[in-house]
């Protein structure tokens, strides 16, 4: 899915927009002019296929679908640790909704607000441009966070099983 989405930023969304990066690309977040300019580029006509083709369809479904993957890759690297293993089935899966379920709130807030923008352009201010631009930054910050944690449970579970550790052990050791 997301990369249907990559594919319609690059070979639809930005023909519509004059080449601009669609505002969901800007990890680092927009200035007011830089969103204002975007929404001028696309007009009334790019900002409804934008509503349509990305925020009523992918954007509605991508962020469950990715938070749920990270949910997954995160008791599967969890699973590796014995001390976390060792936990109850509902803490680690309390743990991992605490970890992505704040980059979820944040994905589908942030999708809201641009729906806002792209659909009464004309009333878009420096503050609702400011605070979707404040929303983008804090989705990609707050989807880094899983990631960063599921790859540091990879790789502790990594060095457990290279150090030998008991708790860890590896499927010959399950079988015999």
């Given amino acids: 899915m997301l990369i249907v989405i990559i594919l319609l930023e690059f070979f639809y969304f930005r023909r519509l927009s004059g080449g601009l990066a669609s505002l969901d690309m800007r990890v680092f977040g927009f200035t007011p002019d830089e969103g204002m300019a975007w929404l001028t580029a696309l007009g009334r006509r790019g900002s409804e296929i934008v509503i349509v083709w990305h925020y009523l369809t992918f954007a509605l479904v991508f962020p469950a679908l990715f938070s749920l993957t990270l949910i997954a890759l995160f008791l599967s ?16 899966v309390g743990f991992a909704l605490a970890l992505v379920l704040p980059f979820t709130l944040a994905d589908y807030v942030q999708n809201f607000a641009v729906v806002r923008l792209l659909s009464d352009f004309l009333s878009a201010n420096p503050d609702s441009l400011g605070l979707a631009s404040a929303l ?10 899983p990631l960063a944690v599921i790859v540091a449970f990879y790789l502790a579970g990594e060095r457990h099983k290279r150090a030998g550790l008991p708790g860890n052990e590896d499927e010959q050791g399950r079988s015999q």
């Fill in 77 to 92: 690297a969890g699973q590796r640790l014995p001390r976390f293993a060792a936990l109850s089935n509902s803490v680690r």
């Fill in 136 to 145: 983008i930054v804090t989705k990609f910050a707050l989807g880094l966070i």
